[in-house]
């Protein structure tokens, strides 16, 4: 079945990849000083946002409802066959029209979409 994170997004992790790849110059330049590997490690982590961004979200369709910039309509199909789990998770977003990325915090509906 179709899990809350599913639901909302996947991280692009080949992009995320790729992006790795041809920014490596420039990490090794952020790293080549460290002194330690836990400073190495330090400094990498004081950029993870590069790479957790909204630039390598996948957005499924009921995230891309909550963040679209226009009014749209959300149709919810066969929510009957669902887990208990699933429907309180629905029901939690579809009440405050919002949902959390742990990676970037809340993010909120900037126009109620229409639910069928």
């Not at 949902?99 to 993010?107: A, D, F, N, Q, R």
């Amino acid at each position: 079945g179709l899990d809350e994170t599913k639901a909302l997004y996947e991280w692009e992790y080949a992009k995320q990849m790729l992006y790795t790849q041809l920014l490596r110059d420039k990490l090794n330049d952020l790293l080549s000083d460290a002194r330690s590997l836990a400073e190495a490690a330090d400094r990498l982590a004081q950029e993870e946002d590069a790479f957790f961004s909204m630039r390598f979200l996948l957005a499924r369709p009921l995230l891309q409802a909550i963040v679209a910039e226009e009014p749209v309509l959300l149709l919810i199909d066969e929510i009957d066959r669902a887990d208990p789990e699933f429907e309180a998770f629905l029901l939690e977003v579809l009440s405050d029209f919002q949902v959390s990325v742990p990676e970037l915090g809340t993010l909120r509906a900037k126009q109620l979409p229409l639910v069928v």
